[in-house]
């Protein structure tokens, strides 16, 4: 499974976290590195200040540190290793999740593979995941595309996420009937609103595009949830690319 090409995002809705600020002042794009390698922290600054849209206000090495330097820098993305000494990168994303007063955007940029760590990021608001063994300019097109309101996965990685969900599908515990219900087919005009989802569409301008009232919207996505098994946006937007239900 892959959506499109390696190269490209993924523009899934999760909540307000990662909308674009239209109220914000255009500007070069301020960015907040935290990671526990000074050597990789170092490159990475360098790296990142050639480019003319991107200023590195600060870096720290600690979690701990972390929360204090959103507060003082206010930086529009944070580049997060989620294995950090101190506070782990998971429960900052929660703390910042419980702030809710804060605008910086968040890319968990990891080496590792745990997939299960990967959709507990996303569930807390992460904006994007990028590996660290990705190219660079993946890296540097993923600041800009979350920093405009967008979330960003690789093809590899919306792979990962999307089996981890499955794979917890998999394994929920089975009806005390000791019956599975099968999913029910979608609709058209359900295959509609989930192409919609999976490319930001908000209930509103899903129902100025399809003619249809927000409510009827709300309705449609009720019954999408029950028959595909999904819990929020998210997931149903990585099941639709999964299925390439995406496509329209």
């Known amino acids: 499974m892959s959506q499109c090409t390696a190269t490209m995002s993924a523009t899934i809705p999760t909540d307000e976290a990662c909308a674009a600020d239209p109220d914000k002042p255009a500007g070069p794009i301020k960015i907040l590195i935290a990671d526990d390698h000074p050597i990789f922290r170092d490159g990475l600054q360098k ?38 000494p101190g506070t782990h990168g998971l429960t900052i994303l929660q703390k910042m999740q419980m702030a809710k007063n ?13 997939r299960n760590e990967f959709v507990q990021a996303m569930k807390l608001g992460t904006c994007g995941i990028v590996l660290k063994q990705s190219p660079t300019e993946l890296l540097l097109k993923s600041i800009r595309r979350v920093h405009a309101g967008e979330i960003w996965l690789d093809s590899s990685t919306t792979a990962a996420v999307v089996r981890q969900l499955a794979s917890t599908e998999d394994h929920s515990p089975a009806p005390r009937n000791g019956r599975v219900r099968e999913r029910s087919p979608l609709s058209q005009r359900e295959r509609e609103i989930v192409a919609l989802v999976s490319q930001g569409f908000k209930n509103k301008e899903m129902a100025q595009k399809l003619f249809i009232s927000e409510q009827t919207v709300k309705n449609h996505l009720h019954n999408i949830f029950d028959k595909l098994g999904v819990s929020d946006r998210l997931e149903l937007a990585l099941y639709a690319i999964h299925k390439k239900l995406h496509l329209g």
Do not use: M
């Open 102 to 114: 804060t605008t910086t955007k968040v890319i968990v940029l990891t080496a590792s593979d745990d």
């Open 47 to 84: 790296l990142l200040s050639l480019e003319k849209d991107f200023e590195v206000v600060a870096q720290v090495g600690d979690g701990d540190e972390v929360l204090r330097a959103i507060e003082e820098h206010h930086p529009d993305v944070l580049l997060l290793d989620l294995k950090l």
